[in-house]
C-alpha cells in the first residue's frame, strides 16, 4: 500500500526545486500525514501532563513595575526599617446595628473571630480594634475593624481568612466584611477565572463555531479551525506553564493564550481550509491543491503571523509583569497556531481529502462564487467615485477617534468590581461606619536622613500641619525606625486609591507639600502606598506608550515594504490600521469614561480606563488588522500580477476575501466579545476595544477606505523607488510558477518587479 501511495506521489515532486519553505512543508504533511499527526498527538499529551503537573504552581496574581519606580523604592525603605507589624494588608469589618462595640457580647465576638484566624495559620498579624487607642471603633460605636497582615503564601491565606469571615457573617446579629490587597488579588482571581470560562468557554467556543459551520456549511470543515484552535491552546498554556517555573508570569497569561489561541487558530485555518477548497474547486487533485495552498494562503499565513509577532514584541519592552505575561502569551500562541496551520493541517486535509466537506447543511452548504457578487457591486460603486467615499469614510473615522482626546488612564480599584465581591462588600462597609478615610491605603511618606534633627524634625511637623483639617486627607500617624534613620508619615487619602480624590491627594504631597517642608533638609522623600503605586504605574505605561507605538509602526511599515515592494502600500496600511485603532480608543472614551450606550451594552461605567489598556489595544489591534492586511493586498496584487489593472485588482482582491475576512473578523469580534460579557472592568475595556476596531476594519476600512484609497493612487500603489531594487520578490500571494497549475488552471504573469520607481 505504502509503495503505491509512493509512486502515486512521484508527480508531485517534479515541482518541489525553487518551491517556498510553506509549499514543502505543506507538500511533506500531504505525502506523510500520518507522521504529521502522531507528532502532534506526542506534544498534545506532553503539553497535557506539563499542565496538570506544573500549572498549580506558574501563575501568579501579583502584578508590577520592574523599572523601580518611586513608590516601589518607598516600600524597599519601609521593608528594610520596620518590622511587618507595621504593615496593613487587609481588614474585617464587624458591624452590629443594634450593639455597641463596647458591649460584652460585641466584644466576644470580636474576641471569637480572631481566635478563629489565628487558629487557621494564615495571618501572622491580628490586631485588636480595642487595643488602637479607639481608632479600631467607628465614631457611631456600632463597628469595630480587625486588621491583619498575612504569612508568606498570602493567596493560599486569604482563602482561608475569607472562609472565616464567611462563617462569622451567618449570625443574624452582626455583618462581617473584608477588604485589602490580598482580598482584592483573590477577587480579581476568582473574576478572571469566572470570565474564562462564562465568556470564552461557554460563550466564545459556540459561536465561534457557529460562524465557521455559516462560513464553510459543512461541520467537518468548521471542526478542522476548532481543533487547531484548541490544540493550539493546550501546547501554548503548556509551554506558559514552563517558563512560569522560571520566570513571574500573570494568571491573565491564560485568558489572553484562551482568547488568542482561538482568534488566530480559527482564522489561519479558515484562510488555508478556504484557499484548498477552492483550489480543488479549481480542478487540482488533492496533493496539488495542498501544495499550491502551501505556496498561497500557507505563505500569507507564514508573513501575516509574522507581522503579528512583530507587532507584539513592542510590549515586551514596557516595564510591566501583566503586559508582557500578556504579550508573551499571545507571541506564543501565534507561533504555535501558525506551525498548526503549516503542517498539521495540510496532513488532516491530505488524509480527508473532499470529506472535509462531509455532513453539509441546507442553505448555508451550498457552493458560492469565488468573487461575492454582494462584494463585488459594493466595492464597484466605491471605486466609481473614490474621492467621494475616502472623503466620507476618514470623516467617520475621525469623529469616532475624537474623544480620544478626553482619555484617562488609570488602574483598576475596587470600585470597579461588583458590589456582591468580597472587596467591593468590604470597602463600602469601610466607608459606611469609617467616612473619608482609607484604612488599608494610606500614603506613605518615607524620609531618609538625619530625622531625628531639629530641622527634620521640624519639616516633619510642618508636613502634617499642612494636612491636619485638609479635606484631601485624614489623621496622619508618624513612625520612626529604631536607628533613627527613617521615618514614615502615614497620610490617609480620601477615596477609593484610583479616585480622583486620592490621585489629587497625592499630587499635592509630591507636587506641594512635602517640597514645601523638606526644602533645604538634608533628606529624601519618597511617597509609596497603593495610590502612588496606581499613579507610578500609570505613568510608566504612558512613558512607554509612545516608544511602543514607534518601535510597532516602524518595524510593522519595514515587514509590509519587504512583503509587497511598495512604500504607498506599507505607508497606506500602517495609516489605515492607525484611523481603526483610534476609533477604538475613542469609542472606549465614549462608553467607558462618558456611559454613553453602558447601560445597553451592559459595561460597566469608570473614571478611567485601565493604564495598560490603550497601548495593549494598539499592539493587538495592530497586529490583527495586520493580518487581514497581508491577506487582502496580496490576493489583490496576486491580481495584479495578472492583469496590470489596479481598480480591477482591487474588486476582485476584495470580493474574492470579503467573505472570508468577514467571517475570521467575526470569530475574533464574538471570542473577545466573552471578554467583554465578563465582570472585570479590564477585561470588558479590552473585549470592546478589540471587537469594536475589528468591526470598523472589516466594514469601513475595508470595504470603504481601501477600495477608495487604492483607486485614487492607482498605479502609485505599487511605487518603489529604484535604490530598493534589491529588495527580494518574496510573492506572498505565491509564485505562480512554482504553483504547477492544472491544464484548466489560468497561468499568472508575475509582475513588474518596480513597476514604479524612480
Known amino acids: 500500500m505504502f509503495a503505491t501511495r509512493s509512486k502515486d506521489l512521484e508527480g508531485h515532486r517534479v515541482h518541489a526545486s525553487g518551491t517556498s519553505i510553506t509549499q514543502r512543508l505543506a507538500r511533506a504533511a500531504a505525502v506523510h500525514p500520518w507522521r504529521v499527526v502522531v507528532a502532534w498527538g506526542l506534544i498534545l499529551l506532553a503539553s497535557m501532563a506539563a499542565i496538570a503537573t506544573l500549572i498549580g504552581s506558574a501563575f501568579t496574581s501579583d502584578g508590577n513595575i520592574t523599572s523601580n519606580p518611586e513608590s516601589a523604592r518607598a516600600g524597599q525603605v519601609m521593608a528594610e526599617n520596620f518590622s511587618q507589624d507595621d504593615r496593613i494588608d487587609d481588614a474585617v469589618i464587624i458591624y452590629s446595628a443594634d450593639l455597641t462595640a463596647e458591649n460584652p457580647e460585641f466584644r466576644a465576638f470580636v474576641a471569637d473571630f480572631r481566635s478563629s484566624i489565628e487558629t487557621t495559620g494564615a495571618a501572622e498579624t491580628v490586631r485588636d480594634p480595642y487595643a488602637a487607642d479607639g481608632a479600631g471603633v467607628s465614631q457611631d460605636g456600632h463597628a469595630a475593624v480587625v486588621t491583619l497582615v498575612l504569612g508568606h503564601d498570602s493567596a493560599t491565606g486569604i482563602v482561608d481568612v475569607i472562609d472565616e469571615v464567611v462563617a462569622a457573617d451567618a449570625d443574624a446579629a452582626f455583618e462581617v466584611d473584608i477588604t485589602g490587597t490580598n482580598t482584592l488579588d483573590h477577587d480579581f ?136 505575561s500578556l504579550a508573551l502569551g499571545a507571541i506564543i500562541v501565534g507561533l504555535v497556531t501558525m506551525a498548526a496551520a503549516l503542517t498539521l493541517l495540510p496532513a488532516l486535509l491530505s488524509l480527508l481529502g473532499d470529506r472535509v466537506n462531509a455532513l453539509r447543511l441546507p442553505i448555508v452548504g451550498r457552493d458560492h462564487p469565488a468573487e461575492s457578487p454582494f462584494w463585488t457591486r459594493a466595492v464597484s460603486a466605491v471605486v466609481r467615485r473614490p474621492g467621494t467615499f475616502l472623503a466620507a469614510g476618514l470623516l467617520v473615522l475621525l469623529a469616532a477617534a475624537l474623544p480620544v482626546l478626553g482619555l484617562h488612564t488609570g488602574t483598576s480599584g475596587v470600585n470597579s468590581l461588583p458590589d456582591d465581591t468580597y472587596a467591593k462588600a468590604g470597602a463600602l462597609a469601610l466607608e459606611r461606619s469609617f467616612p473619608g478615610t482609607s484604612t488599608t491605603d494610606p500614603a506613605q511618606v518615607v524620609i531618609s536622613g538625619d530625622v531625628t534633627s531639629s530641622d527634620v524634625t521640624a519639616a516633619i511637623a510642618e508636613l502634617e500641619a499642612s494636612v491636619a483639617d485638609d479635606p484631601d486627607f485624614g489623621p496622619s500617624q508618624q ?60 505613568d510608566v505605561i504612558n512613558h512607554w506608550l509612545p516608544l511602543v507605538l514607534a518601535f510597532v509602526l516602524g518595524l510593522s511599515f519595514l515587514l509590509l515594504t519587504l512583503v509587497f515592494r511598495s512604500l504607498v502600500l506599507s505607508a497606506t496600511a500602517v495609516v489605515l490600521n492607525l484611523l481603526s485603532v483610534g476609533a477604538a480608543y475613542g469609542l472606549l472614551v465614549l462608553v467607558f469614561q462618558h456611559g454613553v450606550g453602558a447601560d445597553l451594552l451592559g459595561l460597566q461605567q469608570v473614571e478611567r480606563v485601565e493604564a495598560w489598556v490603550p497601548v495593549f489595544l494598539f499592539s493587538v489591534l495592530f497586529a490583527l488588522s495586520m493580518d487581514y492586511h497581508v491577506f487582502l493586498l496580496s490576493r489583490i496584487r496576486e491580481r495584479y500580477a495578472q492583469t496590470g489593472d489596479t481598480n480591477e485588482a482591487v474588486v476582485h482582491g476584495i470580493a474574492a476575501t470579503g467573505r472570508l475576512i468577514t467571517g475570521a473578523a467575526l470569530i475574533i469580534v464574538v471570542v473577545f466579545t466573552g471578554f467583554a460579557a ?81
Not at 470603504?704 to 506572498?732: C, D, I, Q, R, T
Request: charged share 15%.
Open 189 to 324: 482571581t476568582e473574576l478572571s477565572e469566572s470570565d474564562l470560562t462564562n465568556g470564552e468557554v461557554k460563550f466564545g467556543l459556540p459561536a465561534a463555531m457557529i460562524v465557521l459551520v455559516l462560513v464553510f456549511g459543512a461541520l467537518v470543515a468548521a471542526f478542522l479551525p476548532m481543533s487547531i484552535a484548541i490544540l493550539s491552546i493546550i501546547v501554548t498554556v503548556a509551554i506558559s506553564s514552563i517558563l512560569g517555573q522560571f520566570t513571574s508570569l500573570s494568571f491573565f497569561i491564560v485568558n489572553m493564550i484562551t482568547a488568542m489561541g482561538l482568534a488566530l487558530g480559527i482564522d489561519y485555518s479558515l484562510f488555508v481550509l478556504s484557499r484548498y477548497r477552492e483550489e480543488r474547486q479549481a480542478g487540482r487533485d488533492k496533493i496539488d491543491a495542498i501544495i499550491a495552498t502551501g505556496g498561497t494562503s500557507s505563505k500569507a499565513v507564514l508573513f501575516s503571523g509574522s507581522s503579528f509577532v512583530v507587532a507584539l514584541l513592542g510590549l515586551l519592552l514596557v516595564p510591566d509583569t501583566i503586559l508582557r
Open 479 to 538: 513612625r520612626l525606625a529604631e536607628n533613627g534613620q527613617v521615618a514614615v508619615v502615614s497620610i490617609p487619602l480620601v477615596g477609593d486609591p484610583d479616585h480622583s480624590q486620592a490621585r489629587r491627594g497625592l499630587d499635592r504631597l509630591r507636587t506641594n507639600l512635602i517640597p514645601a517642608a523638606f526644602d533645604g533638609t538634608d533628606t529624601t522623600v519618597l511617597v509609596g502606598g497603593t495610590t502612588a503605586e496606581n499613579v507610578d504605574y500609570s
Open 678 to 758: 465578563g465582570q472585570l472592568v479590564m477585561f470588558q475595556q479590552m473585549g470592546f476595544g478589540v471587537g469594536v476596531a475589528l468591526l470598523v476594519d472589516a466594514t469601513l476600512i475595508r470595504m470603504v477606505v481601501v477600495p477608495a484609497a487604492m483607486a485614487l493612487l492607482g498605479k502609485w500603489n505599487w511605487y518603489l523607488p529604484s535604490w530598493l531594487n534589491w529588495l527580494p520578490e518574496l510573492h506572498v500571494e505565491g509564485d505562480p510558477d512554482s504553483l504547477a497549475p492544472t491544464a484548466d488552471a489560468p497561468i499568472a504573469v508575475a509582475a513588474p518587479r518596480t513597476p514604479i520607481s524612480v
